[in-house]
């Protein structure tokens, strides 16, 4: 009994050490990081109604922090654009969560597997589906998205042509420039717009259409000019996230954020109903 004893003791020990250890090796002489994200993509990360960031990716990063007894700090500085710019000049350390493009492998580190994937697709109003089953076939209407969101090399190389795509700066604004009927149809991520239309009633109204513009990773990368650039943060970064994806973590992240969203939803269903 004392040697079962004595062996969990050492074993405890040795896990608090190698802990302390990693923390010291990511970076010993600064123990916060910052980070921003897309102010407007639910359920991944958003702003909520205290203006604080929330959702899968910023819990996931929590997790992770509290792994290596690091504090983060978490900023949102209003809009997709600026959070990106933040990121870029190493004023924040880590943006949430975009997609890996050849423009921003330039500017942040991308050397953390994605946490999860998504799926960008196009929204149409029901009664309003064309034929899509390559690029070139959204040309032919005029289309809505938000200011500063990528949607892969080849469509934002093809964008930068054409200029087809109104942009504006919330997934909700798109879809009602979708209801005036200014735009044909709109381009977002599948988990974010549908998140928009339950809260905007509208989930009836639209459809999806079946070819997805890409489908990829949503990232956590670092800034090149952040101090936890570093090899060994990027590599427990990495790890971390291989980690809580395995073992069911970021599944379950999932689950709990969409029941969030669909309780926000219910409360300011219920304010506007009582207004009325």
Known sequence: MKLLILI?????????????????????????????????????????????LEGIAVELLELIAKDANIKVVFSNVDTWGRAQEEVKAGRIDILLPPYKTEERIALYNYAADAFMMDETVVFVRK?????????????KYPGVAIINDSFG??????????????RLPTTEQCFRFLEKKRARYMIAGINSGKAALTKLMLEDKYIILPKRIIVTGLYAPVSLKSPWNTPEFNSFLKKKFQEYESNGTVKSLEKKYWNILKQENRSLTKEVTQRH
């Open 153 to 166: 090399t080849k469509f934002d190389d093809m964008e930068k042509v054409n200029k087809n795509l109104t």
């Open 127 to 139: 009664g309003q589906q064309f034929k899509f089953e390559e690029l070139k076939d959204l040309l």
């Open 8 to 52: 969990f003791a050492f074993s405890f020990i040795s896990a608090a050490y190698s802990q302390t250890e990693l923390a010291n090796t990511i970076l010993p002489n600064n123990r916060t990081i910052t980070v921003t994200g897309h102010p407007d993509y639910p359920p991944v990360v958003w702003a909520g109604r205290d203006g604080k």
